[in-house]
């Protein structure tokens, strides 16, 4: 049984859990953080969706399967890796780029991460989920 309060209660606090993964991803590479640890808050944040609502209803949520946004991640960190070779330099070196903000292939490493760990945690657990179900 799933109380109103709950319900509601619950997609205030998923809301708060993703913007906190998004910072925890956007100063990784400057400090303790990233794509990793950030992934598994916002893989937290949808387990509480799934307590609140339903598996059916975070599938409907998402607009893509967990395995294509892992894949994709994959592909992104991969990508950040390469884009070294092609300036001569040594696989996974650091790309910075000239902005007021820092932005280089570190962050796009942990972008790449980022969606490669909530894509496969988060297909695991709704797998789990609707087995048990």
Avoid at 4 to 32: C, D, K, Q, W
Avoid at 52 to 76: C, D, K, M, N, T
């Amino acid at each position: 049984m799933r109380s109103v309060i709950f319900r509601t209660t619950a997609h205030i606090v998923i809301g708060i859990m993703l913007l906190f993964s998004l910072y925890l991803l956007l100063r990784g590479h400057n400090e303790p953080g990233g794509g990793f640890i950030g992934a598994l808050i916002a893989v937290i944040a949808f387990a509480l969706m799934i307590l609140a609502e339903s598996a059916e209803y975070v599938r409907q949520r998402i607009h893509f399967s967990p395995g294509l946004i892992a894949v994709s991640g994959v592909g992104i960190s991969l990508f950040s890796g390469l884009f070294a070779l092609f300036l001569n330099r040594p696989f996974l070196s650091g790309i910075w780029w000239k902005t007021s903000l820092p932005m280089g292939t570190p962050l796009l490493f942990d972008v790449g991460v980022y969606l490669a760990v909530f894509g496969a945690v988060l297909s695991i657990l709704l797998r789990i989920v609707e087995d048990l179900e």
